[in-house]
C-alpha cells in the first residue's frame, strides 16, 4: 500500500528490507527533518515561510487521510524538508514492521535500565484517547489522534521549540524525562493540561495568533470536536499558499538570503582568524614592517595597513620579508649582513633566585620582565631574536638594514632596559633588587629561517658569539661596548662612553671594551618604561616621562618614594 502512495508532500516510499535487520529505502530529503530546520537557530523563518510548512502538512495528510487513512506516528521528526524546502510527511503505513520485539507498556517501556527515557517522548505526539492502548507509538491510529499530533506540531512551529517545552525545565529531574507530561494529559484535567506558547509580538503577530487558535481546536480532550484535515484546509490556512510556483521561489529566496548571510559571516571570523595568525607570525619572524603600537582599537585596520605597505615596498621575491615568503610556501634563502649590531642581556644571580622560587613563581618573574623589556624595544628599529631562559637577545639592521643607526637603536634601547631595570619589583620577592648585565657588539652576521614545523628566524657569525661574551662579562646593570660599536656611536656624538680597557673574552683573546653610561641627545621616545604593571605591584619610573600617550598603564611617583 506504501508504495501506492504518491504526492507532493508525501516521502515516496521505494522498497524495504524485511528480514532481520530491518531496512526502509524511501525518497532522500537533504534539509533534514522539520524538527531539525526549526531548531537551527542561523536559518531565518519568517511567518510566510512557517505557514508554508503548515500547508505542506494539511495537503499531504488529507492525501493519507483520503487514502492510506490515519498516520499514527505524525510529529517533526517524521516531517522532511527536500532540497526545494518542501516539507514531505514521512513514517506512515508498514505498520507491520513497526512492532515491538521486547518493549512493552509499563515502567520498562518508559524507562531503560539506566532509567532514562527511550521511546516514550515520541508519545508527547500521541493523542490523550489513544496513550492508554498505545504500547509503542503508532500501535493506535486515529484520524481524530493525527490531529492532535498536528496540534502539537503547530505549537513547535510557532515557539521553534520542543513540544511542551515551557513546562519540562519546572519539573524534577523523574518528571523531566515526560512520564509527568503524558500523565497529566491523559488526566483530562478542566482546563485540559496543554503546551503553553508565549505572545509573539512584532511582525507575524496575527499569524501566530491564528496557528495557536487552530492548535487548539486541533488538540481539543474530545476527539470529535477536532476538526478534520479537509475541514482544516478548507477554512484554516486557505490562503496561505495560494500559488505553489511563487511559494517555491519565495522560499528558496529565503534560503539564498540566509546562505548570503552565513556566507559573509564566516568570511568575516576567516578573515579575522587569519589576520590573527599572520599577526601572530609577524611576532615571531621579521615581517618586515616595524610594528604599530596601540591597543585592540583599530588593530584590525594597523595590521591591514602594514600589509600594504609590504606590498608596495617589496617587489622581487628576494627581498620580500621572511614572514610573507613563508605563507607563499617559498623557500628563505640565508642572507648576509655587512654590519647590524646585536644585544644580549641576563639576569644577574638567576640561577639562585630560581633555586628559592617555585616554578611558577619564575614563570611569573620572567613573563613581567620580558613583557617589560617586549613594550620597549616596540619603540626602537630593533627585532628580538630570541629569549633563552633569562637570556634575551636583540639585533638592530635587519632584516631591513638601517645604515650605521642600528648601533644607536640599540644603545638607546639598552639604557631605557637598564633604567626600566632598577625599578622593577619581582612580584614574590619585592625586596630583592633585579639587576641585568648587558652585552653590545656590531659586526657581520649571516640571517636565516632554521626548521619547518616550527620555523626559527636565526642570526649566525662571530659576531652573535662576541656579543654573548660581552655580555658574559659585563658588570650588573651596566651597558658593555665592544670598540667597533663606539665608533660607529662616535658620529653621533650623544653617547657618553666610558674606557673599560683590555677584557679577555673566551675565543676572542684580549679586546678593548668600554661603558655605556647615558645619552644626552633629547629623545622623543620614553627612556624606560620601568617594570610592567602587575595586579600586585605598582610601577616605578621618572615622572619626566609620565606625559607619554603609551604610558597609561603605569603610575608615576616621586624619586623618593623609589628610594624608600
Known amino acids: 500500500m506504501a508504495r501506492t502512495v504518491s504526492h507532493e508532500n508525501t516521502v515516496r516510499f521505494i522498497g524495504a528490507c524485511v528480514e532481520s535487520p530491518v531496512f526502509v529505502l524511501t525518497e532522500y530529503c537533504p534539509k533534514g527533518s522539520l524538527k531539525d530546520v526549526l531548531e537551527n537557530r542561523e536559518l531565518e523563518l519568517d511567518w510566510n515561510f512557517r505557514t508554508s510548512l503548515v500547508h505542506d502538512i494539511v495537503q499531504g495528510m488529507c492525501y493519507l487521510h483520503g487514502g492510506l487513512g490515519a498516520h499514527g506516528k505524525l510529529r517533526s521528526s517524521n516531517c522532511l524538508i527536500d532540497g526545494r524546502f518542501v516539507l514531505k510527511i514521512s513514517d506512515f503505513g508498514l505498520t507491520t514492521l513497526c512492532a515491538p520485539t521486547d518493549v512493552v507498556k509499563d515502567d520498562i517501556y518508559y524507562y531503560n535500565h539506566y532509567g532514562v527515557a527511550v521511546i516514550f517522548p515520541e508519545m508527547l505526539w500521541v493523542a490523550p484517547e489513544l496513550v492508554e492502548g498505545c504500547i509503542y507509538p503508532g500501535a493506535v491510529a486515529t484520524l481524530k489522534g493525527d490531529v492532535y499530533s498536528f496540534a502539537i506540531i503547530l505549537e513547535e512551529i510557532v515557539s521553534r521549540a520542543g513540544p511542551f517545552h515551557r513546562y519540562t525545565p519546572k519539573m524534577s529531574y523523574k518528571e523531566s524525562l515526560f512520564k509527568a507530561i503524558v500523565s497529566r494529559v491523559c488526566a483530562h484535567e478542566s482546563p485540559p493540561f496543554r503546551p503553553v506558547i508565549d505572545g509573539v509580538v512584532g511582525a507575524g503577530a496575527g499569524t501566530a495568533l491564528e496557528l495557536l487558535q487552530l492548535a487548539e481546536r486541533c488538540w481539543t480532550d474530545v476527539p470529535d470536536d477536532r476538526p478534520s484535515f479537509d475541514?482544516?484546509?478548507?477554512?484554516?490556512?486557505?490562503?496561505?499558499?495560494?500559488?505553489?510556483?511563487?511559494?517555491?521561489?519565495?522560499?528558496?529566496?529565503?534560503?539564498?538570503?540566509?546562505?548570503?548571510?552565513?556566507?559573509?559571516?564566516?568570511?568575516?571570523?576567516?578573515?579575522?582568524?587569519?589576520?590573527?595568525?599572520?599577526?601572530?607570525?609577524?611576532?615571531?619572524?621579521?615581517?618586515?614592517?616595524?610594528?604599530?603600537?596601540?591597543?585592540?582599537?583599530?588593530?584590525?585596520?594597523?595590521?591591514?595597513?602594514?600589509?600594504?605597505?609590504?606590498?608596495?615596498?617589496?617587489?622581487?621575491?628576494?627581498?620580500?620579508?621572511?614572514?610573507?615568503?613563508?605563507?607563499?610556501?617559498?623557500?628563505?634563502?640565508?642572507?648576509?649582513?655587512?654590519?647590524?649590531?646585536?644585544?644580549?642581556?641576563?639576569?644577574?644571580?638567576?640561577?639562585?633566585?630560581?633555586?628559592?622560587?617555585?616554578?611558577?613563581?619564575?614563570?611569573?618573574?620572567?613573563?613581567?620582565?620580558?613583557?617589560?623589556?617586549?613594550?620597549?624595544?616596540?619603540?626602537?628599529?630593533?627585532?628580538?631574536?630570541?629569549?633563552?631562559?633569562?637570556?634575551?637577545?636583540?639585533?638592530?639592521?635587519?632584516?631591513?638594514?638601517?645604515?650605521?643607526?642600528?648601533?644607536?637603536?640599540?644603545?638607546?634601547?639598552?639604557?631605557?632596559?637598564?633604567?626600566?631595570?632598577?625599578?622593577?619589583?619581582?612580584?614574590?620577592?619585592?625586596?630583592?633588587?633585579?639587576?641585568?648585565?648587558?652585552?653590545?657588539?656590531?659586526?657581520?652576521?649571516?640571517?636565516?629561517?632554521?626548521?619547518?614545523?616550527?620555523?626559527?628566524?636565526?642570526?649566525?657569525?662571530?659576531?652573535?658569539?662576541?656579543?654573548?661574551?660581552?655580555?658574559?662579562?659585563?658588570?650588573?646593570?651596566?651597558?658593555?661596548?665592544?670598540?667597533?660599536?663606539?665608533?660607529?656611536?662616535?658620529?653621533?656624538?650623544?653617547?657618553?662612553?666610558?674606557?673599560?680597557?683590555?677584557?679577555?673574552?673566551?675565543?676572542?683573546?684580549?679586546?678593548?671594551?668600554?661603558?655605556?653610561?647615558?645619552?644626552?641627545?633629547?629623545?622623543?621616545?620614553?627612556?624606560?618604561?620601568?617594570?610592567?604593571?602587575?595586579?600586585?605591584?605598582?610601577?616605578?619610573?621618572p615622572p619626566t616621562i609620565a606625559a607619554a600617550p603609551m604610558l597609561q598603564p603605569y603610575l608615576v611617583v616621586e624619586p623618593a618614594t623609589l628610594a624608600a
Not at 234 to 263: F, H, P, T, W
Request: glycine letters at 8%; a negative charge.
Open 231 to 541: 475541514t482544516v484546509n478548507a477554512n484554516y490556512i486557505k490562503g496561505y499558499c495560494d500559488n505553489l510556483m511563487d511559494d517555491l521561489l519565495r522560499r528558496m529566496e529565503q534560503y539564498a538570503n540566509n546562505l548570503e548571510s552565513l556566507v559573509e559571516e564566516k568570511t568575516a571570523q576567516l578573515s579575522l582568524e587569519k589576520r590573527r595568525s599572520e599577526e601572530l607570525l609577524y611576532q615571531v619572524l621579521p615581517s618586515g614592517v616595524k610594528q604599530e603600537r596601540g591597543g585592540e582599537e583599530g588593530r584590525e585596520e594597523r595590521v591591514e595597513a602594514a600589509h600594504c605597505v609590504i606590498r608596495k615596498r617589496f617587489g622581487a621575491a628576494e627581498s620580500r620579508p621572511v614572514a610573507l615568503q613563508l605563507m607563499a610556501g617559498e623557500v628563505v634563502r640565508p642572507e648576509s649582513f655587512e654590519c647590524v649590531t646585536v644585544y644580549f642581556s641576563d639576569i644577574v644571580g638567576f640561577t639562585e633566585l630560581c633555586a628559592a622560587s617555585t616554578p611558577m613563581q619564575v614563570v611569573d618573574l620572567l613573563n613581567d620582565l620580558y613583557s617589560t623589556f617586549d613594550r620597549i624595544i616596540g619603540f626602537y628599529d630593533v627585532y628580538k631574536v630570541e629569549t633563552i631562559g633569562d637570556a634575551y637577545m636583540v639585533v638592530s639592521g635587519l632584516p631591513e638594514r638601517n645604515g650605521d643607526h642600528h648601533a644607536r637603536e640599540i644603545c638607546l634601547m639598552a639604557l631605557a632596559v637598564v633604567e626600566a631595570v632598577r625599578g622593577f619589583v619581582v612580584r614574590h620577592r619585592p625586596t630583592h633588587r633585579l639587576e641585568v648585565r648587558v652585552g653590545v657588539h656590531s659586526g657581520p652576521v649571516c640571517a636565516g629561517v632554521v626548521g619547518v614545523k616550527m620555523p626559527h628566524y636565526c642570526l649566525f657569525g662571530d659576531t652573535v658569539n662576541t656579543a654573548s661574551r660581552m655580555e658574559s662579562t659585563g658588570q650588573p646593570l651596566r651597558i658593555h661596548l665592544s670598540e667597533s660599536t663606539r665608533r660607529l656611536l662616535e658620529q653621533w656624538g650623544t653617547f657618553v662612553v666610558e674606557r673599560r680597557g683590555e677584557v679577555e673574552l673566551k675565543g676572542r683573546g684580549m679586546m678593548l671594551t668600554h661603558w655605556l653610561l647615558n645619552c644626552s641627545e633629547p629623545e622623543s621616545r620614553p627612556p624606560a618604561l620601568g617594570p610592567q604593571l602587575t595586579p600586585h605591584y605598582p610601577i616605578l619610573f
